[in-house]
C-alpha cells in the first residue's frame, strides 16, 4: 500500500511510532495530485515547496522528540473559500484570480497549529454558490468514478481530492449541503457541525448558522479527527461557544442494537427522484436488523425549502450585494441570480420566514424525544451530467429554482442538527451512493459515534461498504 492510500489516523500513527516519515507522505500524495489531477481537475493551486519544508521541520520533531499535535504530518486540502496566507485564494472568482492573503483566516491557523500541512487548494464554485463544482477561472471539477457525471458541490474539489486519496483528511463548507452533496457523489465522509463548533470569520450574518465551516475525510474516524483541530474557539465568532475539541480525537463507535431510529425517504419535503427512494428503501433493508427499534418517519418540515429559500436570499444579499453593486459584469450566474432573486424579496416575507425557521427547529428537536437518530439519503438525485449547473427537473416535475432539488439537505440545514454524510455502497448506475446520519442539537459526538458504527457495520457487507473509484489505485480502507 501506498502512504497516500493510508486512513488519517494509521498515518498519523505511524508517524508518531516513526515508521512513516511525513516527507513519504508528502511525496506519496503530491504524486498522487501530479497523476490524477489532470483527468478530474480538483485541485487548483498547490503549495508543494512550502509543503515540503514543514514536512522536513515535521519529521525532525518526530525524530527528536517532540511534542506532537494531533494531525503531525497530515497532508490537508483546503477548499479555495479559506484564506491561506501566502497561497493563493480565488474563491473560483474572476475577482480574485491572483489574490494572495497575508494572513490565515482561524481555521487554517487552527489545523496548521495541530499539526496538519497544506498541500493545496480546492476547487469550488464562485464564492461556493451552486452544488455543481464549475467556475469561470478554473473550470469544471470531474467525479472519478465517471468524469462525464457531476461531483456535486460546492466541496466538490475537497471530495474528489480524497476519494481519489490525493490527501488524507480535507476543508470544506456548507450552506445548503456544500459539504453532504459531494461527499454523497464521491464516496467520502463529511460533517456539518454544529454552528459554534468550528468557529468561522467568513459569516456575514452575525447569529445565522446556515453556513458552517466542516471537516471532510474517507473515514469518520479521520473526518472526527479533523474536527478536533478545526474545533478551537475563536471569539471572533459570535456563534461559537466554549468546548473540549478533544472529545473529537478518538471517535468511539455507538452500539447500534440500543437504538430508536427513524427513517425518512425524503423528510417530507424534498423532491426526491424514484430511483433514490428505492435505492434507499434496499438499504435500509439491508441495515435496519442492526437498531432496537426503526420506523418510517417524516420529521414536520413542509415549509423548510421554502424558508431556507428566503433566509439564503437574506444571506446572500449580505454576502454579495455591494460586490453586484461594483463588479457584477465579473460575477458567475449562480451569484447575480441569487442576488437579483433577494432584491425581489421583500422584509415582511424575510421576516415570516425567520419564524418559520423558528417553529420548524422546536418541532424538529421534538422529534429526538422519541427517537435517537433520524436517517435519510444525502441527495435528492443520483449524479447527472458534469456540464448540468443543477437538475431543472426531478422525474418530470420542475424545480422551483436552481437550489430546490437540495432539498435533502437544505432542509436539514434550516434547523441546523449536526448531519454525518457517509457512503452506503453504489447506486443502481455504478455512482456512489450516500447517506445523512441526523443527531439531536449539538450532539457532534454522538452522531458522529452513530456513523462510525454504520461505517463498521456497512464494511463487512459488499452492497453497503464504500465504493474506490479505479482511478484512485487502491482497495477500500
Not at 480524497?162 to 459539504?179: I, K
Not at 430546490?404 to 451512493?433: E, K, Q, R, Y
Request: with cysteine; net charge negative; charged share 20%.
Amino acid at each position: 500500500m501506498r502512504p497516500c492510500d493510508l486512513s488519517a489516523t494509521d498515518a498519523r500513527r505511524l508517524i508518531g511510532s516513526k515508521t512513516l516519515s511525513p516527507v513519504e507522505l508528502l511525496d506519496s500524495c503530491i504524486a498522487q495530485i501530479e497523476s490524477v489531477n489532470p483527468v478530474v481537475n480538483a485541485i487548483v493551486t498547490t503549495a508543494f515547496e512550502r509543503a515540503r519544508d514543514e514536512a522536513r521541520e515535521a519529521e525532525r520533531r518526530v525524530m527528536s522528540g517532540e511534542p506532537l499535535g494531533p494531525l503531525h504530518g497530515l497532508p490537508v486540502g483546503f477548499k479555495d473559500l479559506a484564506e491561506t496566507a501566502g497561497i493563493r485564494t480565488t474563491h473560483g472568482s474572476l475577482l480574485y484570480r491572483n489574490r494572495v492573503p497575508t494572513q490565515d483566516e482561524p481555521v487554517v491557523a487552527a489545523v496548521r497549529q495541530a499539526g496538519g500541512i497544506v498541500v493545496a487548494k480546492t476547487n469550488t464554485p464562485e464564492f461556493g454558490a451552486g452544488a455543481s463544482t464549475s467556475n469561470a477561472l478554473f473550470g469544471t471539477t470531474r467525479n472519478p468514478f465517471d468524469v462525464m457525471r457531476s461531483c456535486g458541490g460546492s466541496s466538490g474539489g475537497s471530495a474528489v481530492g480524497l476519494a481519489t486519496h490525493m490527501f488524507p483528511l480535507a476543508h470544506g463548507s456548507d450552506t445548503g449541503g456544500s459539504l453532504r452533496l459531494p461527499a454523497s457523489f464521491n464516496g467520502t465522509v463529511s460533517h456539518r457541525p454544529s454552528a459554534g463548533v468550528v468557529p468561522s470569520t467568513a459569516r456575514d450574518i452575525a447569529l445565522s448558522y446556515l453556513e458552517v465551516e466542516g471537516p471532510m475525510a474517507r473515514t469518520v474516524a479521520d473526518c472526527s479527527l479533523m474536527l478536533a483541530a478545526m474545533a478551537t474557539r475563536n471569539r471572533v465568532d459570535p456563534m461559537a461557544y466554549p468546548l473540549d475539541p478533544s472529545q473529537f480525537l478518538s471517535v468511539q463507535p455507538v452500539d447500534l442494537s440500543g437504538l430508536r431510529v427513524a427513517v425518512s425517504e425524503d423528510l417530507g419535503c424534498a423532491p426526491t427522484s424514484q430511483g433514490v427512494r428505492q435505492t434507499f428503501r434496499e438499504r435500509v433493508a439491508r441495515f435496519a436488523p442492526a437498531f432496537k427499534t426503526l420506523e418510517w418517519r417524516n420529521p414536520d418540515l413542509s415549509d423548510a425549502l421554502d424558508v431556507f429559500w428566503l433566509l439564503r436570499g437574506a444571506y446572500m444579499l449580505a454576502k454579495h450585494g455591494e460586490r453586484f453593486e461594483q463588479h457584477a459584469d465579473l460575477l458567475g450566474a449562480n451569484v447575480r441570480s441569487n442576488v437579483l432573486a433577494a432584491r425581489q424579496m421583500d422584509l415582511s416575507q424575510v421576516s415570516v420566514a425567520h419564524r418559520g425557521q423558528l417553529r420548524l427547529y422546536a418541532k424538529f428537536q421534538a422529534l429526538f424525544d422519541e427517537v435517537d437518530v433520524l436517517i435519510c439519503p444525502g441527495v435528492t438525485v443520483f449524479p447527472f451530467q458534469f456540464d448540468q449547473p443543477y437538475p431543472t427537473e426531478i422525474d418530470g416535475a420542475p424545480m422551483a429554482n436552481y437550489v430546490h432539488w437540495a432539498g435533502l439537505t437544505s432542509a436539514l440545514t434550516v434547523v441546523g442538527n449536526p448531519v454525518t454524510a457517509i457512503p452506503c455502497g453504489s447506486d443502481p448506475t455504478g455512482m456512489p451512493f450516500g447517506i445523512q446520519v441526523v443527531g439531536p442539537s449539538h450532539a457532534d459526538r454522538f452522531t458522529l459515534g452513530v456513523a462510525h458504527a454504520l461505517e463498521q457495520l456497512f464494511s463487512s457487507d459488499p452492497l453497503l461498504s464504500r465504493p474506490v473509484p479505479a482511478i484512485a489505485g487502491a482497495s477500500p480502507r
